[in-house]
């Protein structure tokens, strides 16, 4: 708990029953975060890079002994489908794996100035890492920058969201275990506008890493402008999916259904807006809500299709969605179905009748809520694509792979996936443009926001002739 005592209670969305209470950080409570983090920073940079991926393993090993248990208390937490939480813990080790790899190549180089000079660069660690973590998928999202971090020699101070923090206190009591110093990784638990702004705006942090809404990520780069702190963020979307003509139907309703349904449509990157060529809109859709109709909803611990929305709050704000479409003319093309009694659960939705002017077609509602868009031709799906604030992902389904290239070249978006949605992995680089965010999270050029490079130059005395 906080040093006067004040809890945040945490809910099983599945029930609204409450399961845990944690202590509600404030800006003192940050503060002695960031200086335990500190004092460790200063030990973990004179680790060796070898020790570095030796305890990155540790930590992999760790957490896929934990496995089961965290992903239970993933699902509990987050409401989500125990298989989908399975698979975000083996996420985690993937990241810490790879990362672990990378600890000992983070090279600099030599730069050639002319005789009489030497000049090289040095990546070093930039100290504390600050890690500002959302709640839809809290345990990956952590791992995804906080391993990077580790592996460039920095410590960290997470703020777990304040709806889903059980994950990132157990990850921390494991971090010790595999062999990092006291201090490598402090959890700061608490509600955003407290312990996270104190965060963002702590003059002790050497980068931040958020990932949220919009409207946040102001807020959070607006408190980092204050001492020039470099910040990535990724800040949400309302990625298409655009299908041709040619693509075979029952793949790419599958695909389509996969995109905006999983997790309950609550990822940054869900595929919410179908583009679709006019002559198969109709068909497309009708196989999408034959799919959609046949998916379970449930208790996430159950292991259904789809669990439920994360918060009652969240509930509201994607129902009232729903009926804004209704209201602004949209078709549901879905039959109503019965939900679970208790919790905050929401059918999946598919919107027809959808003009790009509408909310639902221009706004991210983060939740299962399709909007359909149909277009004439090539040149007119790129237009729709890119008739958004956003940039995240843009998925592509067509058997022309001269047209997949054409469009992927064309369109703007940071992530394009071509005949398969939610493709990629841990070396794969990941972020957005436009409102999307900054900076990239995955792959190698994610280390280049935990280091900063210092550059050395040097007289050299010339060779005396006479002298060895």
Request: glycine share 12%; hydrophobic share 40%.
């Amino acid at each position: 708990m906080t040093g006067d005592g004040r809890t945040i209670p945490v809910e099983d969305p599945s029930t609204g029953a409450t399961i845990a209470e944690v202590a509600r950080g404030d800006a003192g409570d940050v503060d002695r975060a960031v200086t335990a983090a500190r004092a460790a920073a200063r030990r973990t940079r004179t680790v060796p890079p070898a020790d570095r991926a030796r305890h990155l393993r540790a930590l992999a090993a760790a957490l896929d002994a934990d496995r089961e248990e965290l992903a239970r208390l993933e699902t509990l937490d987050t409401g989500k489908p125990l298989s989908l939480a399975r698979g975000e813990v083996a996420g985690c080790v993937g990241y810490l794996d790879y990362y672990a790899g990378a600890a000992d190549k983070l090279h600099g180089e030599t730069i050639p100035i002319g005789p009489g000079s030497l000049a090289w660069t040095v990546r070093e660690p930039v100290g504390v890492t600050a890690h500002i973590v959302p709640w839809n998928a809290p345990l990956s999202m952590l791992c995804r920058s906080v391993a990077p971090a580790l592996a460039a020699g920095n410590t960290a101070v997470v703020k777990p969201a304040e709806q889903t923090p059980l994950t990132a206190l157990r990850f921390a009591g494991l971090v010790g275990a595999a062999g990092f110093p006291d201090g490598t990784v402090e959890v700061v638990t608490g509600l955003g506008a407290e312990a996270g702004h104190a965060l963002a705006a702590h003059p002790g942090i050497g980068s931040l890493t958020f990932t949220g809404s919009v409207a946040t990520g102001r807020a959070v780069l607006r408190a980092a402008a204050e001492h020039i702190t470099p910040v990535v963020t990724e800040l949400g979307g309302k990625s298409p999916q655009i299908v041709f003509a040619d693509a075979d139907l029952d793949t790419v309703a599958a695909q389509v259904v996969t995109g905006f349904t999983t997790n309950s449509g609550q990822y940054c990157d869900a595929g919410t807006r179908l583009l679709v060529e006019r002559a198969v809109q109709d068909e497309l859709v009708e196989r999408i809500v034959a799919r959609t109709a046949a998916l379970s909803i449930g208790a996430g611990i159950d292991d259904p299709d789809l669990g439920p929305l994360v918060s009652a709050e969240h509930h509201r704000r994607v129902a009232g969605y729903v009926e804004i479409g209704r209201q602004e003319g949209a078709r549901v093309a879905d039959a109503p179905r019965e939900l679970p009694g208790a919790g905050y659960f929401l059918a999946p939705t598919t919107f027809t009748d959808v003009t790009p002017d509408m909310r639902i077609a221009r706004e991210e509602i983060f939740g299962p809520v399709l909007a359909v868009l149909p277009f004439d031709d090539e040149s007119h799906a790129v237009a729709l694509a890119d008739d958004t604030d956003y940039g995240l992902g843009t998925g592509i389904h067509t058997r022309d792979i001269d047209r997949a290239l054409r469009v992927a070249d064309r369109v703007d978006a940071g992530y394009v996936m071509i005949n398969e949605y939610f493709a990629g992995g841990p070396g794969v680089p990941f972020g957005g443009t436009k409102h999307s965010g900054t900076g990239r999270e995955r792959g190698l050029v994610a280390l280049e926001s935990y280091v900063k490079l210092k550059t050395v130059v040097a007289r050299v005395s010339p060779h005396q002739e006479g002298t060895p």
